[in-house]
C-alpha cells in the first residue's frame, strides 16, 4: 500500500480496534462512500449528503487496506491487500455486482476510467500499469512501467488520473531495502489512452522522457484545478524532513512548476490536500512529533492560514471537498473514530461529534463528480496549451466555452499565413479538444518548426505557440 505506510507503523503501536455494528441501506440520495478499517477487517459505510448527514455503517464487506472510486453511477473498489476490484451497486444496497481479481501479488493502489468499459489500473509491487474491461474483468493489456524502476526492482507506481485522454501516474521510486525513502528522483509517467502507449515528455532529450517531479514520493491523489488547469499532488519526501510540498505539474508542458505549498511553510510532511478556491485550501499535516493536523493554508501566497484540527496523535487519514463546497474528514482517533464535518465558509465544525462509520474511516469518494475548486466558477472561453509540445506527429489542443456557441481553430506559420483549419463549428458548453497531425490543409506534412494555434469563440480570441520537431 502507498499512503498508509507510515500511519500502519504507528498505529501498530497504538491503536486499538473498534468494534463495528449497523444496518445497511441501499442509498436514497446523493451519498459519501467510506472506506473503513482497523487494519484486520475491512467495511465500508454510507453518509446522506442532506442536511441530516444520515449515516449507515456496515454497507459492504471489503478489504481492510481499501479506497474506493466512483464512475458512472458505481463504487468500485480498490482491495489493494486483496489484489482485486471489487464493483458495488448503491441501487441495490451497496452489493457485489463482480469482483475481479488484478493477479496475486500485484498490490493494485489506484483505478482511473478512459470509457465504461476501459481502466487503468496502478500496481505497487509489480512495474505493469494494467489495463482492465471493467464488465467482464479481463485484464487486455498492460503498459511496462520498468524504466522508472529504482534499485529495488519496482517503480512504485501510485496515484493515476486522466485528463484529456491522458494518464498521469505517479512513480515514488522508494527503497523497500531502506527505511521505504526516495531513491533519486521522482516521476509522473504519462500515458496516451488512445494508443496505451508511454508519452515522451521531452522529445529533445535522448530516451523515453517521463515528468520529473521537484519533490520526491508522491504520497497524495492528483488532483486537477480547473481554474489553473493545472494538476497537483503532494511530495513527502523523506517523513520527518521538510523536503517536499504540494507540487504543480503543467499537463500540457509536462514540466514540473515548482511548489504550491513547501512542507516548511504548511509546518510539516503533508499527506494530503484539497484545494477549495484561489485563496483557500486545506491539508493533512504530519507535524515534527508525527501526529497529524488539519490546516487551511492560502494557495496563492503558498502560506498557512490556521490549524483547524489538532487530535494529537496520528490519526487523520483522508480529507476531501464534498461537491456542495464542505469538507470531510477521516479521524481514526480511537476512543471516538468518525467522519467530521467543516463549513468552508468558516472553517467551523459542522458536525458536534464524528458521525460513526462502524470501523475507523480510511477513504472518502462522492456519488457525484466533484472537483478541486468547488464554490468556484470553473474556467471560462479559453484555450490551452497543446500537448505534447515539441510533438511529433501530432499533438492536442485542449479549449474550453462558457456557453454553447461557435469555434474556430486553425494553424498559422510564423509569417502570419493560415496553413491549417482544425474546426470551425458549433460546441456545446465545456471542455473539448482538436487534433493537428502536422499536415497543412493539403495533406502535406509541415516541416520543422514553430507555429501557432489561433482560437477564437463569441468574441473571444487567442493563440498558443506550437513546436513541430522532426
Known amino acids: ?16 480496534c473498534t468494534a463495528a455494528f449497523g444496518v445497511a441501506s441501499p442509498s436514497a440520495a446523493e451519498y459519501a462512500f467510506i472506506t473503513t478499517s482497523d487494519y484486520e477487517t475491512g467495511s465500508a459505510a454510507e453518509i446522506l449528503l442532506d442536511s441530516s448527514y444520515t449515516t449507515h455503517t456496515d454497507v459492504a464487506d471489503i478489504h481492510s487496506d481499501a479506497v474506493a472510486r466512483w464512475y458512472n453511477g458505481l463504487i468500485y473498489v480498490v482491495n489493494r491487500g486483496g489484489d482485486n476490484i471489487q464493483v458495488l451497486d448503491p441501487e ?21 476510467f478512459r470509457s465504461e468499459t476501459k481502466a487503468y489500473i496502478s500496481s505497487f509491487d509489480t512495474n505493469e500499469l494494467l489495463i482492465m474491461n471493467t464488465v467482464t474483468g479481463e485484464i487486455t493489456g498492460s503498459i511496462d512501467l520498468s524504466s522508472f524502476a529504482d534499485s529495488d526492482g519496482l517503480c512504485e507506481m501510485a496515484y493515476i488520473f486522466i485528463k484529456h485522454d491522458i494518464l498521469f501516474a505517479a512513480i515514488q521510486r522508494i ?3 531502506n527505511y521505504w525513502g526516495p531513491v533519486g528522483d521522482s516521476y509522473i509517467a504519462v500515458v496516451d489512452c488512445a494508443a496505451d502507449t508511454l508519452i515522451d515528455c521531452d522529445p529533445v532529450t535522448p530516451g523515453l522522457q517521463s515528468i520529473a517531479l521537484t519533490g520526491t514520493n508522491p504520497f497524495s491523489e492528483i488532483r486537477f484545478d ?25 499537463p500540457y508542458t509536462f514540466q514540473s512548476e515548482g511548489y504550491l505549498l513547501t512542507e516548511a511553510a504548511a509546518g510539516g510532511d503533508i499527506n494530503d490536500f484539497d484545494i477549495l478556491g484561489a485563496e483557500k485550501g486545506y491539508a493533512i499535516v504530519t507535524n515534527s512529533i508525527f501526529h497529524t493536523e488539519l490546516i487551511s493554508f492560502d494557495p496563492a501566497a503558498g502560506i498557512k492560514i490556521a490549524t483547524l484540527y489538532s487530535p494529537g496523535a496520528y490519526v487523520i487519514n483522508d480529507i476531501e471537498l464534498s461537491p456542495y463546497g464542505e469538507l470531510f474528514l477521516a479521524d481514526q482517533t480511537p476512543t471516538d473514530p468518525g467522519i467530521r464535518i467543516f463549513d468552508t465558509g468558516t472553517d467551523s465544525e459542522i458536525t458536534s461529534s464524528p458521525l460513526y462509520t462502524g470501523l475507523p474511516p480510511f477513504d472518502i469518494c462522492f456519488s457525484i463528480p466533484s472537483y478541486a475548486g468547488a464554490g468556484e466558477t470553473p474556467p471560462a472561453t479559453f484555450i490551452g496549451q497543446n500537448y505534447p509540445n515539441p510533438f511529433n506527429p ?8 462558457s456557453r454553447s456557441q461557435a469555434v ?10 493560415k496553413i491549417r483549419e482544425l474546426t470551425s463549428r458549433f ?4 471542455t473539448h479538444k482538436v ?7 493539403g495533406g502535406c506534412p509541415a516541416s520543422s518548426g514553430i507555429y501557432f494555434a489561433r482560437f477564437s469563440s463569441g468574441g473571444f480570441s487567442d493563440s498558443k505557440k506550437l513546436i513541430l520537431l522532426k
Open 427 to 430: 460546441y456545446e458548453a465545456g
Open 1 to 16: 500500500m502507498v499512503r498508509d505506510l507510515k500511519s500502519l507503523a504507528i498505529l501498530t503501536l497504538s491503536l486499538c
Open 175 to 177: 527503497d523497500r531495502n
Open 435 to 441: 487534433e493537428w497531425d502536422g499536415k497543412n490543409d
Open 226 to 250: 480547473p481554474v489553473s488547469q493545472k494538476l497537483h499532488l503532494s511530495c513527502v519526501g523523506w517523513w520527518g524532513m521538510q523536503d517536499g510540498g504540494i507540487e504543480i505539474v503543467n
Open 408 to 417: 474556430n481553430i486553425a494553424i498559422y506559420d510564423p509569417s502570419g499565413r
Open 92 to 112: 441495490d444496497g451497496f452489493s457485489t455486482l463482480r469482483q475481479y481479481s488484478t493477479g496475486n501479488g500485484t498490490n493494485p493502489q489506484d483505478i482511473a
Open 394 to 401: 501530432a499533438t492536442t489542443i485542449p479549449f474550453s466555452i
